[in-house]
């Protein structure tokens, strides 16, 4: 099972970038990555899920490079809005269907603070 | 919404006592997980069923057990409560078409132990 490290916390202003980046060494053949952003008291909520290159979608961007040992979250111009904090996921694919279980665990995530 | 229910949203216990957490998945998910979250702390992965069977177990306490029924819906027993219990369980669900590996979580019940 993959490890993952991130940054503990992250602080920036409403309208800027703010890119996060996930360290995943051991990365299997098989797994995704995928990003979740929590707000307090609330069950966390999926962002975007990539396997390598680059995802787009409405509300951020996945890069990922070549060798995968490591990928990037990336929110547009935040807003205050956007404070939460972000986890980084890697799992395999099969995961829920396979028999050995998928002990899908997160790491300590990331805290992002958007200041006005 | 995610379209996982978690029942209650809110649950008062002594210690000692015995709860029952409820959980219905998104329509179609055949895997359930369960995760437990102390005040400031990450997210513990606790254990995980697909399709009524036990599939994976994280680090799920003794006093803990959980089951999946035919209807696909699972319960999170905690039993001999302890203060340290007090905590927000979720409860995630996934298996569904493309979404194999997305979980989707409930908004969670905040158990606190007195």
């Known amino acids: 099972l993959a490890k993952t490290t991130q940054p503990i916390s992250m602080d920036s202003y409403e309208g800027q970038e703010v890119n996060i980046t996930c360290s995943h060494n051991?990365?299997?053949?098989?797994?995704?990555i995928t990003w979740y952003q929590q707000f307090p008291s609330q069950g966390p909520r999926f962002i975007i899920q990539g396997y390598k290159t680059k995802v787009t979608n409405e509300v951020a961007s996945l890069f990922i490079p070549a060798d995968r040992k490591s990928s990037t979250l990336s929110l547009p111009r935040v807003s205050l809005s956007d404070t939460a904090v972000y986890y980084c996921?890697?799992?395999?694919?099969?995961?829920?269907?396979?028999?050995?279980?998928?002990?899908?665990?997160f790491g300590g995530g990331t805290r992002v603070l958007v200041k006005p | 919404d995610s379209g996982v229910t978690q029942t209650p949203k809110h649950l008062i216990t002594a210690t000692g006592q015995r709860v029952t957490l409820r959980c219905s998945p998104r329509?179609?998910?055949?895997?359930v997980y369960w995760y437990q979250q102390s005040l400031d702390q990450g997210l513990q992965f606790l254990i995980q069923?697909?399709?009524?069977?036990?599939?994976a177990k994280g680090n799920i306490l003794e006093r803990f057990s959980a089951q999946q029924f035919p209807d696909l819906h699972s319960e999170l027993n905690l039993s001999s409560l302890e203060l340290g219990d007090s905590a927000l369980y979720f409860c995630?669900?996934?298996?569904?078409?493309?979404?194999?590996?997305?979980?989707?979580f409930g908004s969670g019940t905040q158990l606190s132990v007195l």
């Open positions: 051991n990365i299997a053949t098989n797994d995704y």
């Open positions: 069923y697909y399709n009524g069977e036990e599939r």
């Open positions: 996921l890697v799992g395999d694919a099969r995961g829920p269907i396979k028999a050995a279980g998928n002990k899908l665990t």
């Open positions: 329509s179609g998910d055949l895997s």
């Open positions: 995630a669900s996934s298996g569904s078409g493309t979404d194999n590996e997305k979980l989707f």
